[in-house]
Every structure is written in structure tokens, then in C-alpha cells.
């Protein structure tokens, strides 16, 4: 689960400071843990889309589009998915 930090801690179990405003992953475990032990260090946040963004970079200066194409160059992809996205509204 995703959870926003409120107000930077630090985490001893993952030892590292948690910053606010940082969305961190957690388990659902971990999330009842930190609540316990204060419950204004966090807050839980819904995920609104786990699809991919696109263009996706699929290595070596290839992108691919939402419709599957691919093409060669970061600004070409960007370019090209505008449009795909302007077509779709």
C-alpha cells in the first residue's frame, strides 16, 4: 500500500528518515505499525492508475506509444503520443 508521510520521522525498522510529503510503500503490517505508534506521522493514499505511462522507454533510445508503436527518440515519442492522447479525447 502507498502511504504519505506527514511529518518526517525516522524509520528504525527500514532504517532510514522518512521525509513529508514523501509517498513511500509499505505493507499493510508496517502501515499499522507506524499508525500505533503515532498516528499523525502518516497517511494512507489511493493509487488512481497502476497502467503505464507512455511513452514507455524501452532502451537504447526506443520508445513505445499506448497503441503499441515504437519510435526512436525521446522528443519523436513524446510528440507522437501527444497526439495519440489528443486523438482518444
Known sequence: ????????????VNKVIQQEG??????????????AAN???????QVEDDSPEFPKHTGGGHYELSNGDKVKGKDAAIIAQDEIDESVD
Do not use: G, H, Q
Not at 500500500?1 to 528504525?12: G, P, T, W
Not at 498516528?39 to 493514499?45: D, G, R, S
Open 1 to 12: 500500500m502507498k502511504a504519505k508521510v506527514l511529518i518526517s520521522f525516522s524509520d528504525n
Open 39 to 45: 498516528e499523525n506521522l502518516i497517511e494512507a493514499v
Open 22 to 35: 514523501k509517498v513511500i510503500d509499505l505493507t499493510e503490517e508496517r502501515f499499522e505499525e507506524i499508525m
